[in-house]
């Protein structure tokens, strides 16, 4: 897939835990962030995103937080599945509308 | 969700040689982006498109990059003269009404 043989920061949890993937981002100005998941050989699969103007949301298994003090975003996936199995990338929008991502988690799940 | 289909899902070309990537959202949206995604790297803007028009591009975006909406349909991504570091996925992206970005399956280019 497109990230084979980048060094990814990979978290590996078994099966029903919950997981927490992290992400730091530098432009203090960002408004709009994006948690995006890419399977092996496919597009970014939107998750969930927050404005600037939240620090959590939470969707169908999922909770976005955010942390503008330290600028830190943060994805808390519930009872994690075999199918959850992706590399996760946080992305920012600094009142542009084009996307800066992050470099990626690779999250295994073990069943 | 928006659907965005890509096509070619692979493109296999030579250095020199001209490539068009093509886009098509299925329903009518303002903002089209093209990103792109070197093997082993985290995807990187390349462009967006609104009204008609170039809305903001990134370094990446030089001269040998070129994008237009022939038909009112598709979207397309025209590199002139390929060069090897032009291999790459390449996505196109598009914004529904709540400002989410949307990804299509991606093409991926090889350039021998």
């Known amino acids: 897939g497109e990230n084979v043989g980048l060094h990814l920061p990979t978290l590996s949890v078994q099966e029903g835990d919950n997981s927490i993937i992290n992400c730091a981002y530098s432009?203090?100005?960002?408004?709009?962030f994006i948690w995006y998941k890419q399977e092996s050989g496919k597009g970014p699969q939107f998750i969930i995103d927050?404005?600037?103007?939240?620090d959590k949301r939470q969707g169908q298994r999922v909770t976005v937080l955010l942390n503008k003090t330290v600028k830190h975003l943060s994805l808390q996936i519930a009872a994690t599945q075999p199918g959850d199995s992706a590399v996760y990338f946080c992305?920012?929008?600094?009142?542009?509308?084009?996307?800066?991502f992050g470099s990626g988690t690779r999250l295994q799940v073990q069943p | 969700e928006p659907e965005v289909t890509q096509t070619p899902s692979h493109q296999v070309t030579q250095m020199g040689q001209e490539v068009i990537l093509r886009c098509v959202p299925i329903?009518?949206?303002?903002?089209f982006y093209w990103y792109r995604q070197i093997l082993g790297q985290k995807v990187e803007f390349l462009v967006s498109?609104?009204?008609?028009?170039?809305?903001?591009k990134s370094e990446i975006f030089d001269d040998q990059f070129s994008v237009e909406r022939p038909d009112g349909s598709n979207f397309t991504l025209k590199i002139r003269s390929t060069k090897l570091e032009d291999s790459a996925m390449y996505f196109c992206?598009?914004?529904?009404?709540?400002?989410?970005?949307?990804f299509g399956p991606g093409t991926r280019l090889t350039v021998t």
């Open positions: 992305a920012e929008n600094t009142g542009r509308r084009a996307l800066t």
């Open positions: 992206a598009i914004t529904d009404r709540s400002g989410e970005q949307y």
């Open positions: 432009n203090s100005a960002s408004d709009y």
């Open positions: 498109f609104y009204n008609n028009e170039i809305s903001e």
């Open positions: 329903s009518n949206h303002l903002y």
């Open positions: 927050i404005r600037s103007n939240m």
